[in-house]
């Protein structure tokens, strides 16, 4: 079976043997009474390669945004989400604001409207609330991803601050991986950058970076941090591992994976047919009107490709996602088993 289903883009999964033997999976103690051994080495290197002064580690973006919120929720702020944004960011937000509602709001705004963005900080200061602006750093199947560099820019004019989710692009994009922050130039602005490391670097575990003071203050008052187990030593060696392996040949695994997406949109763009996704690894391919999706699927997988299925309301569409370790044959055979299914619904 050709599995066109998992993230792990860069084809990295950290069997036991490859990891640093530990001694325990757990100290039995929250964070915030002791680190584990390597937590604050691995948030360090995290925080180097996202060009951030610091980071801190979480179990997972749930209680990163979970927190985080929390935090900004001290000030008298609206948060202002891009309509692209991921679902658990946004539950982050929406989670403060029930807690403290006279301290926080969320409105949403059109998904990559920089001037929709811009009206929206423009009211929340002259109500004298200081606009957070939450976005992704990049959303699966978008031709490209939010102007972020414009929204950064924004945020600091207005005394804000951008909340990344940058799951998508850690690992994959910028410089050696270094996702949002190294792709747009965003040293040095008032940015906050939550991911997991679950999908380009194959480690489920969370890390918040930004500025120095920020996460201080947010590991001064995560409740994760005090009351919630913190990342086990196997997740801490995983990623360190992840790291080093990123250092060592990172760039090369990139590049197969932009092999393999141009291979896969060239194949069917030969045969007539349109991919969206641009070079990165999740690539959509909308379905006619009125086809049943779910029995296209079930065909693929028959066929020897498994697939994922989004049911985008009228128009259902094919996600395949694409990683560094997929063979040029399972792509080859990926494409034309898509071609063949689309020619005889045509």
């Known amino acids: ?29 929250p964070a915030a009474l002791a680190e584990p051994p390597g937590a604050r080495e691995l948030a360090g290197e995290l925080a180097g390669l996202q060009g951030c002064a610091a980071a801190s580690l979480l179990p ?5 945004f979970f927190d985080l919120f929390r935090m900004l929720a001290r ?9 692209g944004a991921y679902p658990l960011a946004r539950w982050g937000a929406v989670c403060a604001a029930a807690l403290a509602p006279e301290r926080m709001q969320v409105q949403p705004f059109a998904a990559g409207s920089l001037a929709a963005a811009r009206r929206a900080a423009r009211h929340c200061r002259e109500r004298g609330r200081m606009p957070v602006i939450l976005a992704d750093g990049y959303t699966p199947g978008a031709a490209r991803p939010p102007p972020l560099a414009q929204y950064a820019a924004l945020a600091q004019a207005m005394g804000g601050c951008l909340v990344l989710d940058d799951t ?32 380009g670097f194959g480690v489920p575990l969370a890390v918040l970076a930004g500025p120095a003071p920020a996460i201080e ?38 590049g197969l994976l932009r092999q393999r997406c141009r291979q896969f949109r060239s194949a069917l763009a030969l045969a007539g047919l349109r991919c969206e996704g641009g070079e990165f690894p999740v690539q959509r391919v909308v379905l006619p009107a009125g086809c049943d999706g779910f029995r296209l699927q079930e065909a693929l997988r028959r ?17 395949f996602l694409l990683r560094a370790d997929h063979t040029v044959q399972e792509v080859a055979l990926a494409a034309m088993v898509v071609v063949s299914y689309m020619k005889e619904l045509a």
């Open 217 to 254: 203050r947010f590991e001064a008052g995560s409740a994760t941090r005090l009351h919630c187990s913190p990342p086990s030593l196997a997740q801490i060696n995983a990623g360190r591992r992840a790291l080093l392996l990123n250092r060592s040949c990172g760039d090369g695994l990139r």
């Open 168 to 199: 998508q692009a850690l690992g994959v994009l910028g410089r050696h991986g270094g996702g949002s922050p190294r792709l747009h130039r965003l040293q040095g602005m008032p940015v906050l950058v939550g991911a997991s490391l679950a999908k």
């Open 75 to 83: 000030a008298r702020c609206t948060v202002l989400v891009d309509g």
């Open 1 to 29: 079976m050709a599995d066109f289903s998992s993230a792990l883009y860069l084809g990295m999964h950290h069997a036991t043997p490859q990891l640093t033997p530990w001694r325990q999976l757990s100290l039995g103690k």
């Open 303 to 319: 066929r020897g490709v498994q697939c994922l299925l989004q049911d985008a309301g009228r128009r259902m569409a094919l996600m």
């Open 60 to 64: 997972s973006t749930l209680h990163l």
